[in-house]
């Protein structure tokens, strides 16, 4: 998303963009304290940033009828979910508050998303929730699905599933607010308008990941919807965090509000 940013290509006048590489429990950790003026952040987190932080217009990834995979050893089924001790890539995640809307009756570790599919491999924990590039090879390294979140969300409520987005702090104003949005719409745009030299850049971060294999990834979770959100992508936003309010999970109602 931000290639054209970190690389210098768009004119952003006196504005100067520091790139920070963090996983997403530690940014939204950071968020709960306001670190970043800017920061990607799961739509679950938001909830208790959104008197400091509005969403961005753009920067989400979006899954439309795909999402975070529950994978096990054993062939479980959607219902056994209750039983299974399942590794998690944090509280504050969306995909745990996703699996936390279609069951809250489970045990739960908390693991790095990228040691995950080795806790369940191991026998640490019975199941796993993947959010990274383990989507795509989990059933190569003998794991079965138990559950896509995706798809059961779009099945339930016919809309994607959004995971996270860009927030920005509300004390910068509004002048300054839409101005960084209208940067970062440019990288977004820029990015996707030359997809293999951005992809090549993300390569640095991508963990030995092979291209085809990157590439697949990028285009799941960087995509249209990251451009624009659309009623839909929004109107996802709003019903996970409605449905989290109502079934207990988040302490309160949250109304969804984007920077103009």
């Given at each position: 998303?931000?290639?054209?940013?970190?690389?210098?290509?768009?004119?952003?006048?006196?504005?100067?963009?520091?790139?920070?590489?963090?996983?997403?429990?530690?940014?939204?950790?950071?968020?709960?304290?306001?670190?970043?003026?800017?920061?990607?952040?799961?739509?679950?987190?938001?909830?208790?940033?959104?008197?400091?932080?509005?969403?961005?217009?753009?920067?989400?990834?979006?899954?439309?009828?795909?999402?975070?995979?529950?994978?096990?050893?054993?062939?479980?089924?959607?219902?056994?979910?209750?039983?299974?001790?399942?590794?998690?890539?944090?509280?504050?995640?969306?995909a745990f508050l996703t699996l936390r809307i279609f069951n809250s009756q489970f045990a739960y570790e908390v693991v790095p998303f990228d040691k995950i599919i080795e806790a369940v491999q191991a026998g640490r924990c019975d199941a796993g929730l993947l959010?990274?590039?383990?989507?795509?090879?989990?059933?190569?390294?003998?794991?079965?699905?138990?559950?896509?979140?995706?798809?059961?969300?779009?099945?339930?409520?016919?809309?994607?599933?959004?995971?996270?987005?860009?927030?920005?702090?509300?004390?910068?104003?509004?002048?300054?607010?839409?101005?960084?949005?209208?940067?970062?719409?440019?990288?977004?745009?820029?990015?996707?308008?030359?997809?293999?030299?951005?992809?090549?850049?993300?390569?640095?971060?991508?963990?030995?990941?092979?291209?085809?294999?990157?590439?697949?990834?990028?285009?799941?979770?960087?995509?249209?919807?990251?451009?624009?959100?659309?009623?839909?992508?929004?109107?996802?936003?709003?019903?996970?965090?409605?449905?989290?309010?109502?079934?207990?999970?988040?302490?309160?109602?949250?109304?969804?509000?984007?920077?103009?």
């Amino acid at each position: 998303m931000f290639y054209a940013l970190a690389t210098n290509k768009l004119d952003t006048g006196e504005l100067r963009f520091e790139h920070v590489l963090e996983d997403i429990q530690t940014l939204n950790e950071k968020a709960m304290r306001g670190v970043y003026d800017v920061t990607a952040i799961s739509f679950h987190a938001y909830a208790y940033i959104a008197d400091r932080y509005a969403l961005l217009p753009h920067g989400a990834s979006i899954g439309d009828n795909y999402g975070p995979i529950v994978v096990a050893r054993e062939k479980f089924a959607p219902d056994d979910i209750p039983s299974l001790k399942i590794a998690v890539p944090g509280t504050l995640t969306s995909a745990f508050l996703t699996l936390r809307i279609f069951n809250s009756q489970f045990a739960y570790e908390v693991v790095p998303f990228d040691k995950i599919i080795e806790a369940v491999q191991a026998g640490r924990c019975d199941a796993g929730l993947l959010i990274h590039e383990g989507q795509l090879f989990y059933e190569q390294l003998g794991l079965h699905k138990v559950l896509d979140l995706g798809e059961w969300w779009h099945a339930r409520t016919g809309l994607p599933l959004p995971m996270g987005g860009n927030a920005i702090r509300r004390d910068l104003g509004a002048e300054m607010m839409s101005r960084v949005s209208h940067h970062l719409h440019a990288s977004i745009r820029y990015s996707l308008d030359h997809r293999q030299d951005a992809l090549q850049y993300a390569m640095q971060f991508a963990r030995d990941m092979e291209p085809e294999l990157a590439d697949r990834f990028v285009g799941m979770w960087v995509n249209d919807l990251t451009l624009d959100y659309t009623e839909r992508g929004r109107e996802g936003v709003q019903r996970l965090l409605s449905e989290g309010f109502e079934r207990g999970i988040i302490p309160r109602r949250v109304e969804v509000e984007f920077v103009g």
